[in-house]
Structure formats: C-alpha cells, structure tokens
C-alpha cells in the first residue's frame, strides 16, 4: 500500500494541511476534472456522462469485472457518443479484470471516482477510494444496511481527513415541482409555517411509485438479475426512499444542519414485497432462469422482491411519512410518479402526477379550511412576484378554491438531466473546495433514517 507523508504527522492539524497540500486545488480549468468510473451496474453511472462538461476531460477511465453490466454501460456511452443531436466525445479506456479494484487505487488515472451499481459492494468502494485520495460522487444509496452506514461514517471522516469531496446524487432535488414546493413553503405570507403533524396525519409526506419496466435514453432497460436481490441491492426502503428522506430535510430544514443523534426517531416503518412471474423476470433481464442467489426469494416460480417500504418518523419535532412501491409496468401513458405534501398553518402544497395530471408532476396551493378566499388570492398574486423574480415565467391557474402553479416548459427538462445539474454543482463544489456545512451531517442523517427504518420493519416482521 502507498504511504502518504501526511500519516506519520502526529498532530491532527498538520495531518490535514499535509494532505491538502499535497493535492492540487481545482480552479475550473478545462480538462482538470478526470472521471473513473467503477464497476458500472447502474444505468445512472451512464447518465452522468450524457452531457460534456468543460471542466472534465473527456478521456474516462472505467475499471470493472467481466459482465453484462459494464457492457450495457459502454453501449449507453457510445450510443451518446453517436447520437445525431448534440453527440458526446467520451473516449473509454477500459480495464476488465478480477482485480480491477486494485488496479484502480494502484494506477489512480483519474481525480474522481463515479460510483453506480451493485450496493453491497458500493459503501465498501466508497471507503476505499477516499482513503486513497480520490473524490467521490456516488449513485444512492451509499448504505443500505447498519454495517454499511457504519462504514459510510468512517468514509466522511476519511474525506475530511484527505481534503476529498464524498457526494450523493441527489437529482429529484432538480425537479422543478418540488422547487416550486420549497420556493412556495418560504413565503410566510402564503404557507405560514410547517404544521408540527402527528403519527396519524404527518406534516410532511412524499410517495413516490416505481416501475421495473421502463426506458432509459429511448430504449427498454435491462436490468442485471442482482437488482432483484436485496442483499444486493437493498429494500425498497433504503433505496428509492433515499430521494424521498432527502427532499424531507431539503425542503422542511434547507440549509439547517440535522443531528441525527438526537433529532430524529424512527416511529414506524414496514416493508411488503413485489411479485415477479418467470416472463416478466425475462422480460426486463433477458435471462431464462433464476440465478442461485435468487432462489431463495422464488416460491412456486414466483419471485418476490421487498421493494415496496414506508417509514414513519420524527424530525427536529415535524412528523413525517415517506413510502415507495415499485410495480412491474407502468400504465399505457405513465411513469414513475409521485405525490407530496406540505401542511402549513396558512396552506398546504400539494404534488399530484396522476391521470388527471396527464401523469405530470403538478403542484397545487390550498389554504386551510376557514380562509378568506379573496383576502388569499390577493396576498397570493403579490407574494408571486418573489418567486418570479427567480423563476420568469412561474403562474398561477385558479380552480375553484386551488390555485395550481403553471410551470413553462422550458423548466421540464426531465429525471435524466438532472443527473447533468447535479455533476455540475459537484464541480462548482470541487472549485471551493468544499460541500455546504449541512450537506455532510445531512447526508448522514439520510442514511441513518433509511437503515434504522429497515431494522425496525424487519424486527416488526
């Protein structure tokens, strides 16, 4: 193993300005940024390349063992490369091998590590890179049991240690509706302020619905079989909740740093499984048959999948309830969808993307029960001018005693570039040289929310 001069420095100070001395700043400069991709599994380490970003070089180093997986991936990044509109220049420099891991913390070709894929293994990728000085921008969930959020605890430490940034993709923070939600739940005049809720009716909730079946970048994903084992992957609970746990702390408490120590309590949480017949498993893998690390979740040919999860807890005193369910296709016309609230003293804020929706996100604005109506349009119309001054373009549409936000279109553009803004604010973070002073605890009362909520829903079996 490599030493770093930094670790014979006895005192804690010195260990930390030895490290960061050591490292070049990032300053913007073109090409400085230089990707490793590891072990891509996920369609989501894909994404992040589907646009060019001048700060990063477009020579990628991916190192991964021998499967389907970094196939499918490649595919996806020459399929970006040769697309007629707006074509990538990505160059993959690939190295498949059983010991592609060493050989990327032994050849370090890059400055920052993507990580997308296989969670068992993901947290334990994460420790190792930061401890050999790469940055870090991982897919979710980078814990997805308590063993795991035990070491992700250690990799923050590490990072800070090594002068490194370790960073989640958080894309639904992009969502234009849920922006809208945040923006709007700032205006005093209008939301007044976050209702306290109980167990029974939760200030704030967020349900989002999830389709194994779908397509990615126009074309029908393939899924890897591991996705369907949830020592792999992990529940739905700890997975697809991630987002959900985020916008929570995003939009109740922006910028507030959360102790998760003694802010938070898991009050109820539960996990029920999906059912997948044979065809349907072929369908969306292409293989013929189960693996073996499958069958002990197959019974009479059927498989069952606990992706479906919902977790019920308490946030610096504000109840909050988030839960996802993954179906295997989704309607003729749909998507994956999703619905929000926030209960304020003065009006809730309300997120519908159902069919009357025409399955689009949509955000809605009712005052509670007993408001002057036309004393609120009034304060309404006025307090608009605010979030127009940020966002041109933003209207209100009256439906009886709703107001529905209209968005213009030019603000929809969709879950998969968002993955492009959030490469984007990580490579402004890089340039700092640091992450906001809530995103780390934040990131980590994430992860204690969702492996402390699967404990508990397993315990409750």
């Known amino acids: ?39 891509p599994g996920h369609f989501h380490a894909a994404l992040v390349q589907k646009t060019m970003y001048s700060q990063i070089d477009s020579n990628v180093a991916v190192y991964a063992p021998e499967s389907d997986d970094v196939k499918e991936h490649l595919n996806r990044i020459s399929g970006y490369n040769q697309r007629p509109e707006n ?111 109980t167990l029974e009716n939760p200030a704030v909730t967020k349900e989002s619905v999830h389709h194994f079946y779908k397509f990615v970048s126009g074309a029908a994903l393939k899924r890897p079989a591991w996705f369907f084992d949830v020592e792999q992957q992990g529940e739905g609970i700890v997975d697809v909740t991630t987002h959900l746990v985020d916008l929570v702390q995003w939009e109740c408490f922006p910028e507030k740093i959360i102790d998760y120590t003694n802010e938070i309590t898991i009050d109820k949480a539960k996990h029920w499984s999906t059912s997948l017949t044979p065809s349907q498993f072929n369908e969306v893998t292409k293989l013929g048959d189960y693996p073996e690390y499958l069958i002990k979740d197959v019974n009479d040919s059927v498989l069952s999948v606990y992706s479906n999860g919902e977790i019920n807890y308490t946030i610096k005193g504000v109840h909050a309830k988030v839960s996802v369910i993954w179906n295997y296709k989704a309607p003729e016309g749909a998507g994956d969808t999703h619905f929000s609230i926030m209960r304020g003293t003065k009006a809730n804020l309300i997120i519908r993307q159902g069919e009357a929706q025409g399955f689009k996100p949509t955000l809605y604005i009712e005052p509670v029960a007993g408001t002057d109506t036309a004393l609120f349009a009034q304060t309404l119309a006025s307090e608009l001018k605010k979030i127009q001054a940020k966002y041109e373009g933003i209207e209100l549409k009256k439906l009886d005693n709703t107001w ?24 402004q973070y890089l340039i700092d040289g640091k992450l906001p002073d809530w995103e780390v605890p934040n990131m980590l009362a994430k992860y204690f929310t969702t492996t402390k909520a699967l404990e508990l829903a397993r315990s409750e079996k």
């Open 404 to 427: 529905e936000v209209v968005v213009p279109e030019k603000y929809k553009v969709g879950h998969e570039s968002h993955f492009a803004q959030v490469m984007e604010k990580y490579l």
């Open 1 to 39: 193993m490599k030493k770093y001069p930094c670790l014979f420095v006895i005192i804690g100070i010195a260990v930390m300005v030895s490290c960061s001395t050591e490292k070049p700043g990032f300053t913007g400069a073109k090409g400085e940024v230089k990707l490793i991709t590891l072990d």
């Open 87 to 197: 074509p990538t220049r990505w160059n993959e420099n690939v190295y498949i091998g059983a010991d592609y891991f060493e050989k990327m913390l032994q050849e370090k070709k890059g400055n920052v590590v993507v990580i997308a894929g296989n969670n068992k293994k993901k947290t334990e990728y994460i420790k190792a890179a930061v401890e050999a000085g790469f940055n870090v921008l991982s897919d979710k969930p980078m814990a997805i049991n308590a063993v795991a959020f035990e070491q992700l605890k250690d990799a923050f430490r590490l990072a800070q240690e090594k002068g490194v940034l370790l960073y989640d993709i958080m894309t639904e923070r992009n969502e234009i509706t849920t922006i809208m939600q945040k923006e709007f739940s700032l205006l005093p005049e209008v939301f007044g302020t976050l209702e306290k809720g």
